[in-house]
């Protein structure tokens, strides 16, 4: 492959760069480069600007309203994005659900909730997971019952991220309970409003507000909200979770990560000299910067390989296994690299609530949080421990 970029695609990068210096507000910015809790509001304040800008659906064809990007652009406009320390685009609509409906979903629900998506007037989540089912995903329990137009849905789904804001979520179900596990499995979507949902926080180990568990009780949906038929929700679950896990990579998160953590230990001094000429910390940058440009081909060879429509194979699985652990070992060197300075932890400030008068000690209060969120990476989305399983039997046949 030849990673040389073109004149056209630096050209493309440096208009990036100009609409990324000019239109993401300067507090949003700022939130994220200390590593603040983002507002519901914040997150549709941004995507509403690249939505006028006509980028948020930056892996949409030009059918559906998308920039009709190709693999690389995607990722430079990535990259650029994690940089600027703009936010993560919120991804269950865009780039989740999204894709599921233009493969799978009927003209009328392709022309119903695709303009939806695209406008940022639905916010998405995922019912996928259950106490029950998580990486065997397959052993879910909730049930939907046809009665007439509607399927009757009992059941709960746990570990539902930002649910507590969605309006909208696509969710499996289990509509034959005597076929086997995965042929008994469909895919509906469901209206957050209707009867019967309850949402209740779960709250994470750095204290944040960020997952849920749903329960539903005898919660009816219309039969029209299925997307595909009946018991082909596995193949529909499928292809959606190729698209997540090649996201859950964070590629562009991750060479962010490494320049401040560069930065950060050319700072700190250890007996007299940078962290980073302690032979032994340095290895292990090294080592960091070395996988990551792995990582970085190995990325674009996928999107590549699935830019004329096809979907990403079990290299998104290999993609998630690098990319998390990846991240993890960032996230850790980071923590050691700030040495005492990483254990003080101010939920207050990373909520938004006050500030510290402190600049530095403003920049490593997120450390600690960071840390422990990103033990999470390397179990959703399906545990590394299943994606190395898929890997084995898919690609070396074992």
Not at 68 to 91: K, L, S
Not at 139 to 151: C, I, M, P
Not at 321 to 339: P, Y
């Amino acid at each position: 492959m030849n990673l040389t970029y073109s004149a056209e695609e630096q050209a493309f990068r440096q208009e990036v760069r100009d609409f990324l210096a000019t239109s993401l507000p300067d507090d949003i910015r700022e939130r994220v480069r200390l590593g603040r809790r983002l507002s519901a509001n914040d997150h549709v304040r941004w995507q509403n600007i690249l939505g006028e800008r006509g980028w948020l659906a930056a892996n949409w064809p030009e059918e559906h309203g998308g920039p009709g990007w190709g693999p690389v652009q995607r990722h430079i406009f990535d990259e650029e994005c994690a940089a600027a320390h703009a936010p993560t685009i919120v991804p269950f609509g865009v780039n989740m659900v999204a894709p599921v409906i233009m493969k799978f979903g009927n003209e009328a629900q392709q022309r119903h909730y695709l303009p939806r998506i695209l406008a940022n007037r639905d916010w998405w989540c995922q019912g996928y997971s259950e106490p029950g089912a998580g990486s065997d995903l397959a052993s879910l329990k909730t049930r939907a019952v046809r009665d007439g137009d509607h399927y009757v849905v009992t059941g709960q789904k746990t570990w539902t991220t930002l649910g507590q804001h969605a309006n909208m979520m696509f969710c499996l179900v289990r509509t034959d309970p005597d076929a086997r596990k995965q042929a008994g499995i469909s895919f509906l979507l469901i209206d957050m409003a209707s009867p019967g949902i309850t949402v209740r926080p779960i709250i994470t180990l750095e204290g944040a507000h960020e997952v849920n568990e749903v329960f539903l009780d005898e919660v009816r949906v219309p039969v029209a909200n299925r997307i595909g038929e009946e018991g082909q929700g596995w193949t529909c679950a499928k292809f959606l979770l190729t698209h997540e896990r090649t996201g859950i990579a964070g590629l562009g998160h991750a060479k962010q990560a490494l320049r401040h953590l560069k930065s950060l230990a050319t700072r700190v001094q250890h007996r007299g000299r940078p962290l980073l000429e302690l032979a032994s910390f340095r290895q292990r940058v090294v080592k960091a910067e070395l996988e990551l440009m792995a990582l970085e081909v190995t990325n674009l060879r996928v999107i590549a390989a699935a830019r004329d429509g096809g979907v990403p194979g079990a290299e998104s699985s290999l993609l998630k296994v690098r990319g998390s652990e990846l991240r993890q070992e960032l996230s850790d060197l980071t923590r050691r690299a700030l040495g005492p300075a990483a254990l003080p932890f101010f939920p207050d400030f990373l909520h938004g609530d006050g500030e510290l008068d402190d600049p530095a000690l403003a920049e490593s209060a997120s450390s600690a949080a960071q840390y422990f969120n990103r033990r999470k990476l390397s179990i959703y989305g399906g545990a590394n421990e299943i994606q190395k399983s898929i890997v084995a039997k898919t690609i070396l046949g074992m």
